[in-house]
């Protein structure tokens, strides 16, 4: 050892430095490389092992070759050894700073731990507060914007208002515009949440925000975010039709777009289902009241969550909150995706912009600068994307068309990602998808991924189908209710439909087993297409409403109250419309069917006459009326069931250009 220590301090000083210099940068790479890949989770486990070792057999050479040429002064040996150990050093320090740079992208992708929730206190344009004065707040204590953060904003502000509580926002909005209470506590996102309903179109110009409280709070859901995504898994897609770039994790949100969808690792299959806004459910958080499936926005994410759960029975184990926005910067960094852009079938529509054209207004909703595509399979960017995405008004299945469009978008960006081959896209892809999607994804969960990515790119590359999805319809129908005093138009939905698509995600998630086709029969002379899951199929237990009875018979009211098992009563009331006809009805049309017991009608009765009716309440037995005619359900419901082309007009949209 003596012998070599001397030699060692015989040898060239500068080649000494440079030796031990090159073996402490190497060794620094060596460390931060190893923790690197280590990060990497199930991520090719054999070749991160292959070339750890590589790396530290190389150093133990380096280390025992290099001192040995120093030691004897073959120097040219050494240089060469030591060019290689610097390049090497290089490759790790390059490696580690990409890896590291990939997982903090990753890392920003996941899910946010805290959430910005924003409560605001507004009222209409002209009215101001005083001592009298009288404020609306949710009466549901887990509604984070609509009660918590409205009760600390009153103790904060020292507010002495008297409290008014509502079971819902439509009642509490419809209480504020007839002035029944002076103001109301609402989402910061108020105007997004509620200007799509007609009746509060202009809710962003007819009110103003009076005060605002802002808190992060703790992001939960009732996810499964330790799943990993090599067996079969769920995910909620859902879309924040934004103004803004970015969004906040949690907050409340317009629901107008959901998308449910499973995925099967092993067989590489996916099942799409679109719900469409207007879909009359129980919604989870708002003590299961029925309401618009949108409307479950605008407690959070969790409650959205919940509410499809419970319509499905399906479990979600993860989600993913888009905005719209961000659609157009992720279509541009993908340099555009392929779509077959539906023709419109609105006669209006097709009338006003011609055969072929689709228009919709630009990304910020300016309708002067309108964004117009020619319609089949063409090549879009961000801003035409985003366009196909929103336009309803030109097809007459109005949102259901729209949620269509929109599963192919998915399916279109969803090819183009698997395709990409540059580093640098990738990275700006992850740039764009970190700012737009709010996700439980975990970047565990996420690398877990991995080995089914694989074999999606090796299927692509021999050219084939790397993703089969199964496109679901459910079948819904008209359903005008009555919500908070409003006439809404909703959609009720045919249970039938939604069994045969819940059967369907049974199957790919591995709840069920698939029953096997043993027969198959097809035309020769039609092209064949795959089933569409739901679509076509009807039946099971509808809801019904209360129809509008002013103006009808009395046998009209008592046949339907018959069939429907309701207790009808009846009065009569001086007026100067046609005698014997309904003039009013207690129960406001649209009311659901299974929320009432009874009605009252009252009946016209002629103000001239001097006969005065001794029994001005009458109880109608259901049980013993013998009607003179049949009257039956399905006649009855038929006029919830059908649909007037004009009744979605565009003339009737508030900004559409004429």
Request: hydrophobic share 35%; charged share 20%; with cysteine.
């Amino acid at each position: 050892m003596k012998v070599l220590f001397r030699k060692i301090k015989r040898s060239n000083k500068y080649l000494l430095f440079s030796y031990i210099l090159s073996n402490i940068m190497f060794l620094c790479g060596f460390v931060f490389f190893t923790k690197s890949i280590y990060q990497l989770e199930g991520i090719e486990t054999f070749v991160r092992i292959f070339v750890f070792v590589i790396f530290l057999t190389w150093f133990i050479t380096y280390l025992l070759f290099g001192l040995s040429n120093l030691v004897t002064s073959q120097y040219k040996s050494f240089l060469v050894l030591t060019i290689i150990h610097l390049l090497l050093f290089l490759t790790l320090f390059f490696s580690s700073s990409l890896i590291n740079t990939l997982f903090e992208k990753l890392e920003m992708f996941s899910k946010k731990e805290y959430t910005h929730y924003t409560t605001n206190l507004i009222s209409l344009k002209d009215t101001e507060l005083n001592a009298k004065s009288k404020i609306g707040m949710i009466s549901n204590n887990e509604d984070i914007e609509g009660y918590v953060l409205a009760n600390t904003l009153i103790q904060k502000n020292n507010l002495n208002y008297e409290v008014e509580y509502f079971d819902d926002y439509y009642t509490m909005l419809n209480s504020l515009y007839k002035e029944e209470i002076d103001a109301a506590f609402v989402s910061s996102n108020y105007v997004v949440l509620f200007s799509s309903e007609t009746f509060y179109e202009h809710i962003g110009e007819e009110t103003k925000v009076l005060y605002e409280y802002s808190e992060n709070m703790k992001t939960k859901t009732n996810t499964n975010t330790n799943k990993k995504l090599t067996e079969p898994f769920t995910v909620l897609l859902m879309g924040v039709d934004s103004e803004k770039d970015g969004l906040d994790g949690n907050a409340a949100f317009n629901g107008d777009t959901l998308m449910l969808i499973s995925f099967n690792p092993k067989t590489l299959n996916a099942t799409m289902l679109s719900l469409p806004r207007d879909l009359y459910v129980p919604i989870a958080c708002n003590n299961n009241r029925s309401h618009k499936i949108n409307s479950s926005a605008a407690y959070g994410t969790d409650c959205v969550i919940n509410t499809i759960q419970n319509l499905i029975d399906i479990k979600i184990d993860y989600y993913a909150k888009i905005n719209f926005n961000g659609v157009i910067d992720l279509v541009n960094t993908l340099g555009g995706i392929d779509i077959d852009v539906e023709q419109p079938n609105y006669n209006v529509y097709v009338k006003r912009y011609g055969k072929g054209k689709l228009c919709e207004s630009n990304s910020l909703r300016d309708m002067s600068k309108l964004v117009c595509m020619d319609t089949g399979l063409q090549h879009l960017n961000g801003e035409q994307t985003l366009a196909y995405a929103r336009n309803r008004h030109g097809f007459l299945e109005s949102d259901l068309a729209r949620n269509r469009h929109q599963q192919q978008i998915v399916e279109a960006i969803t090819k183009k990602i698997l395709s990409i081959k540059s580093f640098s896209t990738f990275e700006n892809l992850l740039d764009v998808v970190s700012h737009n999607i709010a996700t439980n994804l975990t970047t565990t969960n996420i690398l877990s991924f991995y080995q089914t990515l694989k074999t999606m790119l090796i299927q692509g590359l021999k050219g084939n189908d790397f993703i089969n999805i199964q496109k679901t319809y459910l079948e819904v129908y008209n359903l005008p209710v009555m919500i908070g005093g409003l006439q809404l138009s909703a959609l009720g939905y045919h249970e039938n439909s939604l069994a045969a698509i819940k059967e369907t995600f049974d199957v790919n998630l591995g709840i069920k087993e698939e029953e096997k086709i043993k027969t198959f029969s097809y035309d020769y002379n039609e092209e064949y297409t795959s089933p569409i899951i739901g679509k076509g199929i009807t039946g099971g237990t509808k809801e019904t409403t209360v129809p509008n009875f002013v103006g009808s018979t009395v046998k009209y009211a008592e046949e339907w109250t018959k069939n429907h098992n309701i207790t009808l009563y009846k009065e009569f009331s001086c007026s100067e419309n046609i005698p014997g006809l309904i003039g009013k009805q207690s129960v406001n049309t649209g009311t659901l069917l299974s929320s009432i017991s009874s009605i009252t009608i009252t009946i016209n009765e002629s103000c001239s006459t001097n006969t005065t009716t001794e029994n001005n309440d009458v109880e109608i037995d259901n049980n013993n009326t013998t009607p003179e005619t049949n009257l039956d359900d399905s006649s009855l419901e038929e006029e919830n069931d059908t649909t007037d082309q004009e009744e979605d007009s565009i003339e009737t949209i508030p900004g559409f250009p004429e």
